[in-house]
């Protein structure tokens, strides 16, 4: 066996330094396994609870396939240390039961292909049809078809036949494809990916695979929405990359890489991701997230071995290098080949659609917090400033920024009230605490109130030094001309192409990584900083644009982002020889 197999990961001594809740709640664990017993309290991580699922697979699964075909299921390091402990080791106590209970519920495992995720997830099923001490459970494997749902369901299985404990055990049905634990009147089988039909399941536990070939979210919202009975639940998806941008694949996976950058994101989200880097920005930001790790990429270059290991943490294991060697000569001297090696074998989104703001570097950019809007309104009084108008239909957001010549930026949002309800589900009720406290005026009736922007312009006009504003020039011909007539201001039009904000969004991630930028940690502009999505061309990445989501469908919004960059803009405008003192 290779060290990456049986050997401790790198992880191994940083269980208790993983990020979770400040919460001191509850009485001293007391959980034992194995003569090991936690003394630990509050939100924890419990070796033992940990231990009991590593020995679950090591004593009584065999692998079912590949070079360790009919040995102990012995997590490689990886494994056991990165997704298994944490997700069944990481507890907090429920006030409701009075016990300790997982603190993960959701789980996300994003890797390339041939990286064992269907045994893995077939390990994990097992153990919480039996393993987890509930009653009744429920345990569910689906997939876009039921021929993919079995490549999980199929190891289970075999797993289940190698096992003389488990095979005296368990009782499958073929012509259910299930299993079932008569003891505890449990059951593990396949389901179908129609979602109508799957909204009376209870489950304990529920694997998604291969997520990328999902045509929507339903089964997933149909699942994740049937919680609410089980003590400690854990549904989980596991998937390679997508290449369709907006699809519930890309979303989900995009969701499963912000909760990895910032996990109190969802304290209640687990996400492993390893993904090969798209853009030097990227691989930064891998570097920042993951300092030290000897198996991050060392550049961009696809073909450079040392680059492999990071999307594909079985490589040298369970994963042949050979093969991957072949894959990739054959996709070298073929760009549609090296599409399906990036995808599959380097788990890259080769769509040229991609998130495009580091949010730890929107964070790292806060300044001194703004505790109300009207805090950094006084505050700015007077100040030299460019704008940018992001005008959108008269039914959904509009967002104004104004960026100061010392780095400050202040937003103004508004919104119909008949938009309000459609952000709250995509946001968790937080929109309209944004609109309670001030950082969104939500106008009322079903359309924006023009009037009510036209007037607070005129009134940032009287309070600050504005140069120039930066629209989109789909914002219409009336609005420039109402806004020069009552202000006074000169209008520059703009647009969302490469040729006008390649610049303006290369040197507003350039400030970001100054931290030249204060924002005061508006929270309306970092949900939307956190959407923003850009498109390169396959020819020329170094050009960049924009991409506004389907608004009505996917609740996403972008706005303020985009104003930021209109004002970025303009202050690009500045002639080099002048200075911008001059201006004002």
């Given at each position: 066996?290779?060290?990456?197999?049986?050997?401790?990961?790198?992880?191994?001594?940083?269980?208790?330094?993983?990020?979770?809740?400040?919460?001191?709640?509850?009485?001293?664990?007391?959980?034992?396994?194995?003569?090991?017993?936690?003394?630990?309290?509050?939100?924890?991580?419990?070796?033992?609870?940990?231990?009991?699922?590593?020995?679950?697979?090591?004593?009584?699964?065999?692998?079912?396939?590949?070079?360790?075909?009919?040995?102990?299921?012995?997590?490689?390091?990886?494994?056991?240390?990165?997704?298994?402990?944490?997700?069944?080791?990481?507890?907090?106590?429920?006030?409701?039961?009075?016990?300790?209970?997982?603190?993960?519920?959701?789980?996300?495992?994003?890797?390339?292909?041939?990286?064992?995720?269907?045994?893995?997830?077939?390990?994990?099923?097992?153990?919480?049809?039996?393993?987890?001490?509930?009653?009744?459970?429920?345990?569910?494997?689906?997939?876009?078809?039921?021929?993919?749902?079995?490549?999980?369901?199929?190891?289970?299985?075999?797993?289940?036949?190698?096992?003389?404990?488990?095979?005296?055990?368990?009782?499958?049905?073929?012509?259910?494809?299930?299993?079932?634990?008569?003891?505890?009147?449990?059951?593990?089988?396949?389901?179908?990916?129609?979602?109508?039909?799957?909204?009376?399941?209870?489950?304990?536990?529920?694997?998604?695979?291969?997520?990328?070939?999902?045509?929507?979210?339903?089964?997933?919202?149909?699942?994740?929405?049937?919680?609410?009975?089980?003590?400690?639940?854990?549904?989980?998806?596991?998937?390679?990359?997508?290449?369709?941008?907006?699809?519930?694949?890309?979303?989900?996976?995009?969701?499963?890489?912000?909760?990895?950058?910032?996990?109190?994101?969802?304290?209640?989200?687990?996400?492993?991701?390893?993904k090969f880097p798209?853009?030097?920005?990227?691989?930064?930001?891998?570097?920042?997230?993951?300092?030290?790790?000897?198996?991050?990429?060392?550049?961009?270059?696809?073909?450079d071995e040392a680059?492999?290991?990071?999307?594909?943490?079985?490589?040298?294991?369970?994963?042949?290098?050979?093969?991957?060697?072949?894959?990739?000569?054959?996709?070298?001297?073929?760009?549609?080949?090296?599409?399906?090696?990036?995808?599959?074998?380097?788990?890259?989104?080769?769509?040229?659609?991609?998130?495009?703001?580091?949010?730890?570097?929107?964070?790292?950019?806060?300044?001194?917090?703004?505790?109300?809007?009207?805090?950094?309104?006084?505050?700015?009084?007077?100040?030299?400033?460019?704008?940018?108008?992001?005008?959108?239909?008269?039914?959904?957001?509009?967002?104004?920024?104004?960026?100061?010549?010392?780095?400050?930026?202040?937003?103004?949002?508004?919104?119909?009230?008949?938009?309000?309800?459609?952000?709250?589900?995509?946001?968790?009720?937080?929109?309209?605490?944004?609109?309670?406290?001030?950082?969104?005026?939500?106008?009322?009736?079903?359309?924006?109130?023009?009037?009510?922007?036209?007037?607070?312009?005129?009134?940032?006009?009287?309070?600050?030094?504005?140069?120039?504003?930066?629209?989109?020039?789909?914002?219409?011909?009336?609005?420039?001309?109402?806004?020069?007539?009552?202000?006074?201001?000169?209008?520059?039009?703009?647009?969302?192409?490469?040729?006008?904000?390649?610049?303006?969004?290369?040197?507003?991630?350039?400030?970001?990584?100054?931290?030249?930028?204060?924002?005061?940690?508006?929270?309306?502009?970092?949900?939307?900083?956190?959407?923003?999505?850009?498109?390169?061309?396959?020819?020329?990445?170094?050009?960049?644009?924009?991409?506004?989501?389907?608004?009505?469908?996917?609740?996403?919004?972008?706005?303020?982002?985009?104003?930021?960059?209109?004002?970025?803009?303009?202050?690009?405008?500045?002639d080099d020889s002048?200075?911008?003192?001059?201006?004002?």
């Open positions: 066996m290779t060290g990456a197999r049986n050997g401790s990961s790198r992880s191994a001594a940083g269980h208790d330094a993983r990020w979770r809740p400040r919460d001191r709640h509850g009485r001293t664990c007391g959980y034992s396994f194995d003569a090991v017993q936690c003394g630990k309290r509050g939100a924890h991580y419990c070796r033992p609870r940990a231990d009991r699922v590593v020995r679950f697979c090591a004593e009584l699964l065999l692998h079912t396939k590949g070079p360790y075909q009919r040995t102990p299921f012995v997590l490689a390091g990886w494994q056991e240390h990165e997704i298994v402990r944490p997700l069944f080791g990481e507890v907090v106590w429920s006030a409701e039961w009075q016990c300790y209970v997982r603190r993960y519920r959701i789980a996300y495992i994003v890797v390339a292909r041939k990286n064992g995720k269907s045994e893995l997830a077939a390990a994990l099923q097992l153990y919480l049809l039996i393993g987890d001490d509930e009653q009744a459970a429920e345990v569910y494997s689906a997939a876009a078809d039921t021929k993919q749902a079995g490549k999980v369901f199929e190891p289970a299985l075999r797993m289940v036949q190698l096992s003389p404990p488990l095979a005296r055990r368990l009782r499958y049905t073929k012509n259910a494809r299930r299993i079932v634990d008569e003891k505890t009147a449990s059951l593990y089988e396949i389901i179908t990916a129609d979602a109508k039909g799957e909204l009376g399941h209870n489950p304990h536990g529920f694997n998604l695979d291969e997520v990328l070939s999902q045509k929507d979210g339903s089964l997933w919202e149909a699942m994740t929405t049937a919680v609410g009975v089980r003590l400690q639940e854990l549904l989980f998806a596991t998937t390679t990359e997508t290449n369709e941008a907006g699809s519930f694949g890309a979303d989900l996976i995009d969701e499963a890489e912000r909760v990895q950058e910032d996990p109190s994101r969802a304290p209640h989200v687990f996400a492993f991701v390893r798209r853009s030097e920005d990227e691989l930064a930001r891998l570097r920042r997230l993951f300092p030290g790790r000897d198996d991050l990429p060392v550049s961009l270059d696809p073909w680059n492999w290991a990071w999307p594909n943490p079985a490589l040298d294991s369970f994963k042949s290098r050979d093969a991957m060697r072949r894959q990739a000569l054959e996709a070298r001297s073929d760009p549609q080949k090296e599409n399906g090696f990036r995808q599959f074998q380097l788990n890259q989104r080769v769509q040229q659609v991609t998130r495009y703001l580091p949010m730890d570097l929107w964070d790292a950019n806060t300044g001194e917090v703004a505790p109300t809007p009207e805090w950094l309104t006084a505050r700015l009084a007077g100040a030299p400033c460019w704008a940018g108008l992001d005008l959108s239909s008269k039914f959904d957001l509009t967002a104004w920024c104004l960026l100061f010549t010392d780095g400050w930026v202040l937003w103004r949002f508004w919104a119909p009230e008949s938009v309000v309800p459609l952000l709250d589900r995509h946001t968790d009720g937080r929109f309209s605490q944004w609109a309670h406290d001030g950082w969104v005026e939500v106008t009322d009736g079903d359309v924006i109130d023009y009037e009510a922007i036209y007037t607070a312009i005129e009134a940032d006009n009287d309070r600050f030094l504005i140069t120039d504003v930066t629209y989109d020039r789909w914002s219409g011909e009336p609005v420039r001309q109402e806004v020069e007539d009552r202000t006074g201001l000169t209008m520059v039009e703009s647009g969302t192409t490469y040729e006008r904000m390649t610049q303006p969004m290369t040197e507003l991630m350039r400030m970001l990584k100054a931290h030249e930028l204060r924002h005061g940690g508006n929270p309306v502009a970092r949900w939307m900083a956190d959407n923003l999505t850009a498109k390169r061309p396959a020819d020329d990445p170094d050009r960049v644009r924009p991409v506004k989501p389907e608004r009505m469908r996917s609740g996403k919004r972008i706005d303020g982002a985009v104003a930021l960059i209109f004002a970025v803009d303009g202050s690009l405008a500045v002048g200075s911008v003192a001059d201006i004002f």
